[in-house]
T-cell receptor, first 114, second 118 residues
Framework: DGGITQSPKYLFRKEGQNVTLSCEQN?????MYWYRQDPGQGLRLIYY???????QKGDIAEGYSVSREKKESFPLTVTSAQKNPTAFYLC?????????????FGPGTRLTVL | AQTVTQSQPEMSVQEAETVTLSCTYD???????LFWYKQPPSRQMILVIR??????QNATENRFSVNFQKAAKSFSLKISDSQLGDAAMYFC???????????????FGTGTLLAVQP
């Protein structure tokens, strides 16, 4: 089955630690995205990538980093510089061509800072 | 910059009844796409319906339909014959029709939590 997987489902982090959230897709999509979801704020874009070895900052990139070494994978690292990392993180992917192609979402990772 | 506003944080509907969720947006672009996503308690985001701004005809998907008013920048979602499985958070989203770059990103509203009463 084609889809997007995220791991782990739940993640706990101590203050000062970096953690990496995994996102893998087998939909052959060019573009991948990371969103953060907080209560009452909808989803906000952290980073996106249109092609391997290239990525761009979204609206709230501070304290986060990404890599795109393979088309299928787009891991997100939450660094110790992120002041309030507790949130729900969603990865998405889509075709890059012009058109109303939907973004497909993974099941998400809930990150809690202890 | 584009913005999306959902002014109803919570809504409730009786099973088998009809409910309408509101969404307004602000943009200076003439060509774009609008989406409604559903997020059930599992938190999996699911596309409900999409609308191309250049199409005058309102999109319909089974029990879900939209009322797209381009001049008013309004994009409401109507759910007919509501079912218990429709209970979820619903997000309205905007995407530019320009090619590439940050224009591929979705801009989300803050969501409307829909409860379905048996």
């Amino acid at each position: 089955d084609g889809g997007i997987t995220q791991s782990p489902k739940y993640l706990f982090r101590k203050e000062g630690q970096n953690v990496t959230l995994s996102c893998e897709q087998n939909l052959n999509h060019d573009a991948m995205y990371w969103y953060r979801q907080d209560p009452g704020q909808g989803l906000r874009l952290i980073y996106y990538s249109q092609i391997v070895n290239d990525f761009q900052k979204g609206d709230i990139a501070e304290g986060y980093s990404v890599s795109r070494e393979k088309k299928e994978s787009f891991p997100l690292t939450v660094t110790s510089a992120q002041k309030n990392p507790t949130a729900f993180y969603l990865c998405a992917s889509s075709y890059l061509l012009a058109g109303g192609y939907e973004q497909f979402f993974g099941p998400g990772t809930r990150l809690t800072v202890l | 910059a584009q913005t999306v506003t959902q002014s109803q944080p919570e809504m409730s509907v009786q099973e088998a009844e009809t409910v309408t969720l509101s969404c307004t947006y602000d943009t200076s672009e003439s060509d774009y796409y609008l989406f409604w996503y559903k997020q059930p308690p599992s938190r999996q985001m699911i596309l409900v319906i999409r609308q191309e701004a250049y199409k005058q005809q309102n999109a319909t998907e089974n029990r879900f339909s939209v009322n797209f008013q381009k001049a008013a920048k309004s994009f409401s979602l109507k759910i007919s014959d509501s079912q218990l499985g429709d209970a979820a958070m619903y997000f309205c989203a905007y995407r530019s029709a320009m090619r590439g770059g940050a224009t591929n990103k979705l801009i989300f509203g803050t969501g409307t939590l829909l409860a379905v009463q048996p």
